[in-house]
């Protein structure tokens, strides 16, 4: 493979201008919406231009047609060859990411490609291959909110972000969905050009293009807010204090509830008790961790506040519909833990 002489695309003005050769890496169950996102904003690039400002060719671990996770099939051109050089590798996965972390010969290609000048993108958990090949060490990276926890612990290395993408030093990530497009867009924007950009989205109809720092979770969940500035507290009180849980008469002394109106005030919000919520953020956070990452399962317990291995298998089983010990894969068909999300609060409710 010949090193680049330069990290900087070509003049898109020019029409000699040899067009960005693109990878695309589809990982087993990966989003078909990923892909879809990944691909628009190019194809509409060459469109409007009326030239190949892009090549793209994807690619598969095996060279075989891969399976996303909607089931649909997508036929590839081959698998990562070492001594194939692109302009930018795009890594795409969702579902079951984490068995391909010790591909060898997959962390080797990422790094070869790093070292000849190719920006690397991870999409959704494809960012995670990034981060097992060594290449985003030292480098911001938006993960989905979903597997940040996992993320956080298996690549310490990494400054893990709940944040829509990242654009930073010849990396970019994004937390996948409709991240995406806002991260090709903003791309097109630093590599090509600024109107281009801008016009690409005009045509996907996307309004305006949305920060990196955006929080993940502002529009889509802005109707299931906790309205009440003592449940947000009780709330995080919660969320800081997994490993060793809060008891509820001392969460409502430090938002200043007695412990029966937290309780009124929970059913109302949330249709729970403070105890069932607060099981169901622990759990949350066990189930993250059983399938994202290699902790035992005596260390997720730990982690999860359960000072009774027995005590945690039980609830575990009892959530789930299986031991802990058989949840230790973030497939497409093992068992989803539903976030606990906040109602609206009845419009009789007045904060004590």
Request: net charge neutral; charged share 20%; aromatic share 6%.
């Amino acid at each position: 493979m010949t090193p680049q002489t330069s990290t900087q695309p070509p003049d898109w003005r020019r029409a000699d201008a040899a067009p960005l050769r693109i990878a695309v890496l589809l990982l087993p169950s990966f989003s078909h919406l990923g892909l879809a996102a990944v691909i628009e904003p190019l194809a509409i690039a060459n469109w409007l231009t009326q030239r190949p400002l892009f090549e793209w060719t994807l690619l598969s671990l095996d060279g075989q047609p891969v399976p996303a996770s909607n089931g649909l099939c997508t036929t590839v051109a081959g698998s990562p060859d070492a001594e194939q050089g692109f302009d930018a590798c795009l890594v795409i996965a969702s579902f079951d990411v984490h068995k391909h972390s010790r591909n060898q010969s997959l962390k080797s290609w990422l790094r070869r490609q790093a070292l000849f000048g190719a920006v690397l993108m991870g999409v959704e958990t494809g960012t995670e291959l990034l981060a097992a090949a060594g290449v985003l060490d030292g480098y911001e990276a938006a993960v989905h909110w979903d597997n940040w926890q996992g993320f956080q612990e298996s690549y310490p290395r990494v400054k893990a972000r709940t944040q829509l993408y990242t654009l930073e030093r010849q990396r970019l990530t994004c937390a996948g969905a409709t991240s995406t497009l806002d991260m090709m867009i903003s791309w097109l924007g630093q590599s090509v050009d600024n109107d281009l950009a801008r016009e690409i989205a005009m045509h996907l109809l996307m309004g305006r293009v949305r920060q990196p720092l955006d929080n993940q979770l502002d529009d889509g969940l802005a109707s299931t807010r906790l309205s009440s500035a003592k449940m947000r507290r009780a709330v995080h009180l919660m969320e800081q204090a997994l490993e060793e849980p809060l008891d509820c008469e001392a969460i409502a002394a430090q938002v200043g509830l007695s412990q029966r109106q937290l309780e009124r005030q929970f059913k109302q919000h949330t249709g729970l008790s403070p105890l069932k919520y607060y099981m169901s953020l622990r759990l949350a956070r066990a189930h993250n961790l059983l399938q994202q990452t290699r902790l035992s399962v005596a260390q997720v317990a730990a982690c999860s506040g359960f000072g009774s291995l027995e005590h945690f298998s039980r609830t575990y089983r009892a959530r789930f519909g299986c031991p802990p010990s058989e949840d230790r894969s973030q497939l497409f068909s093992a068992p989803v833990m539903r976030q606990p999300l906040s109602r609206e609060p009845h419009s009789s409710l007045i904060e004590e």
